[in-house]
C-alpha cells in the first residue's frame, strides 16, 4: 500500500475537516422547539448540553430536524479557519429556512461568536443573536428579545462562570458514556491558539457538583465519564476561590486546595464500575502524582491524551508551549514507568508552523517513533488573526509544503498504530460495551482502558456490559476479540 500518495491525496479542506453533531429528537409536552449544531471540540458539545438544559427550563424541547425548529444555534468553533468557513457556509444554507419562516431565531454561539462578536450581525444577516461560551443563562432573555425583532449580542467574559449548578441534558447520548466539564477557559498563550480569547480565563468546577454529576450519571446506567478541560492536569479549586490565577495568588489564605490528582480520585471513588477518562492533558502540567492515582485505581482508564505539537525545540519555544522535546520524552519516561507500555498515549500535531524547517520537521517524526503513540489528531497550521503567532510571525511556509508534511505526519501514526495494535494481539483486555458497531450490527463495539475500540460478535453481551475479551486480530484503527467472560467481578 502506498501511504503517502494515499494521503497526498487528501485535500487541504478534508484535512482539516470539521465533524459537527446535531441534538436528538425529545419531546416532553413543551411548546418549542430547539435545534443545535455543535462544532469543533468535545468541551463544545458538553455546552451545547448545558445549553439545551437551559433552553428546556424556557419551554424548549429539541429537533434534529431543523425545518421543525423555532430556534436554531449554531455552537461554532475558530481553531482553524476551515472551521468557521464551514460555519459560514452552513448559515447560508438556512437562509431558506428564514425566509420560510421569518420568525424562526438564529443564534450563534461558542467561540466564532466570542471573536467575532457583533460584527458577526452585520456580516451575517440572517443571524438574530450572538452568545459567547460565558454567558449561556442569559440566552432566554436574548431569543424572547429576537421574538420582538430585536437583536442581540452578550459576549462578557466571566472569571467565575462554570455552570456548576447546571445540570446538561444529554445529547447524542449511547447511554453508557458521558462528558464532564471540569473547568474552563485556558491561561496558557500557545502562539498559534484562539482559545485564551474566546474562552477566557482558567476555572476549575466545584469538585462536589462534579462528584454528584458522576454518581448521578452512574445511578441512571451510564459507565463512564470522561472529565473534561483545555488543560485539566491544571484544575485547582479552593472553596473560597475557583479562577486559577487569582487563587495561585493567595494560596496561603484558602481553607483547601483541590487539585487534579485528588479530583480524579474522587470521582474513582463514586464505584469501581464507573470508568475514569479525562482529556486534555498539557505535558508542562502532568505530574507523578497523577500518574500514581491513575496507578492506585483499575477504573481510572490508562489512557492518556498528551498533545506535543511539534517535536523540535526551537518550533515549541515559538509555540509557547513552554516545555521542549526533552521535557516531553521525560514525561512519556514518566508514564512508561509508572503505567507501563500498556498505557495508551495520544497526542495533537501542527504540522508546517512559522518557520518551521525540513529537519525541524523530521524531529516531529522521529519523536513519534520514539513515543510510539496509539493515535493523533494531526492538523497543518492555520494562522488565526489577534494570536501572539498572527501578529509576531509569518505564516511563511507554503500550503503545499504544510499538506505534504502532514501527509508524512499521518503515514508515520498509521504505521505506528498498527505497530502498537499488534502489540495487543493475544492479551486479555477488559473493554465496556458502547453499541452496535458500525459496519455491521453483528458486532458490539467496546473500548479497552487505553481507548482504543475493540469489536466482539453480538450475540453474547449488551450495550453496558463490561467484557473480557482475547485479542486475535486487529487493522491500523481496529482491535478484534473473542469473549471470554461477561460482567467479570470488578470490585
Ligand atoms: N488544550 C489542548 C492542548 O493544549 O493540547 C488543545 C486544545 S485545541 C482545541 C486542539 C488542537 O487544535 C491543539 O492541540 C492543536 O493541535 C490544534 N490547533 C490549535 N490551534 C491551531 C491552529 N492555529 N492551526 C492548526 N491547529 C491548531
Ligand atoms: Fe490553546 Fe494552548 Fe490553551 Fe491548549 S493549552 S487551549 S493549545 S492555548
Known amino acids: 500500500m502506498d501511504l503517502i500518495k494515499d494521503i497526498d491525496i487528501i485535500s487541504a479542506e478534508e484535512a482539516q475537516a470539521c465533524d459537527y453533531k446535531t441534538t436528538a429528537d425529545e ?44 430556534v436554531i444555534f449554531l455552537n461554532t468553533c475558530s481553531i482553524r479557519e476551515k472551521a468557521e468557513l464551514t460555519v459560514r ?20 454561539l461558542g467561540c466564532m461568536a466570542e471573536r467575532l462578536k457583533e460584527n458577526l450581525l452585520s456580516e451575517e444577516k440572517i443571524v438574530d443573536v450572538v452568545v ?59 502562539s498559534f491558539c484562539v482559545v485564551p ?25 451510564y459507565r463512564e465519564v470522561t472529565l473534561l478541560g483545555q488543560n485539566v492536569d491544571s484544575y485547582k479549586w479552593s472553596p473560597e476561590e475557583n479562577n486559577k490565577a487569582r487563587l495561585n495568588k493567595k494560596e496561603e489564605e484558602v481553607s483547601e486546595v483541590v487539585n487534579f490528582a485528588h479530583l480524579l480520585e474522587m470521582v474513582a471513588q ?70 507501563g507500555e500498556e498505557c495508551g498515549i495520544s497526542s495533537d500535531m501542527i504540522a508546517g508552523f512559522c518557520t518551521e524547517t525540513e529537519e525541524e520537521h523530521q524531529e516531529t517524526l522521529s519523536l513519534m517513533d520514539i513515543v510510539k503513540y496509539d493515535f493523533s489528531y494531526m492538523f497543518f497550521y492555520s494562522e488565526r488573526p489577534g494570536t501572539l503567532a498572527a501578529k ?50 453483528q458486532q458490539l463495539k467496546g473500548r479497552n482502558s487505553a481507548n482504543k475500540v475493540v469489536i466482539i460478535p453480538a450475540d453474547l453481551a449488551k450495550k453496558g456490559d463490561y467484557v473480557k475479551v482475547k485479542i486475535t486480530d486487529c487493522s491500523p484503527a481496529t482491535l478484534f476479540g473473542e469473549v471470554l467472560e461477561v460482567n467479570p467481578v470488578l470490585a
Open 392 to 441: 509576531k510571525f509569518e505564516d511563511d511556509i507554503p500550503l503545499e509544503t504544510k499538506k505534504r508534511r502532514l501527509a508524512e505526519i499521518i503515514a508515520k501514526q498509521t504505521e505506528l498504530s498498527y505497530e502498537r495494535n499488534k502489540m495487543d494481539l493475544g492479551q486479555e483486555q477488559l473493554i465496556l460495551i458502547e453499541g452496535t458497531a458500525k459496519k455491521s450490527d
Open 132 to 190: 459567547g461560551p460565558d454567558a449561556y443563562r442569559d440566552l432566554p432573555n436574548l431569543v424572547a428579545a429576537a421574538e420582538e425583532g430585536e437583536k442581540g449580542v452578550n459576549t462578557f467574559l466571566s472569571r467565575e462562570e462554570t455552570y456548576a449548578d447546571i445540570a446538561p441534558v444529554r445529547l447524542n447520548s449511547n447511554g453508557v458514556t458521558a462528558f464532564i466539564s471540569i473547568m474552563r477557559g485556558c491561561d496558557n498563550m500557545c
Open 89 to 108: 457556509k452552513r448559515l447560508s444554507q438556512f437562509q431558506n429556512a428564514k425566509r420560510n419562516k421569518p420568525e424562526l431565531t438564529i443564534g450563534v
Open 197 to 221: 480569547f474566546t474562552r477566557g480565563r482558567e476555572r476549575s468546577r466545584d469538585p462536589h457538583s462534579i462528584v454528584a454529576e458522576a454518581k448521578d450519571l452512574f445511578e441512571k446506567g
Open 270 to 339: 463514586v464505584s469501581p464500575l464507573l470508568r475514569v477518562r479525562f482529556s486534555t492533558s498539557h505535558p508542562k502540567d502532568i505530574t507523578d502524582e497523577v500518574l500514581h492515582t491513575m496507578k492506585k485505581y483499575d477504573n481510572i482508564c490508562k489512557y492518556i491524551h498528551l498533545p506535543v505539537q511539534s517535536g523540535n525545540s526551537r518550533v515549541l519555544e515559538l509555540m509557547n508551549r513552554t516545555y521542549d522535546r526533552e521535557w516531553y520524552l521525560d514525561r512519556v519516561r514518566a508514564i512508561r514507568k509508572i503505567l
Open 27 to 70: 419531546n416532553t409536552g413543551k411548546s418549542k422547539k430547539l435545534y443545535i449544531e455543535s462544532y469543533g471540540c468535545q468541551m463544545n458539545f458538553s455546552d451545547s448540553e448545558i445549553v439545551a438544559s437551559i433552553m428546556k427550563e424556557n419551554g424548549y424541547d429539541t429537533t434534529s430536524d431543523f425545518e421543525q425548529a423555532d
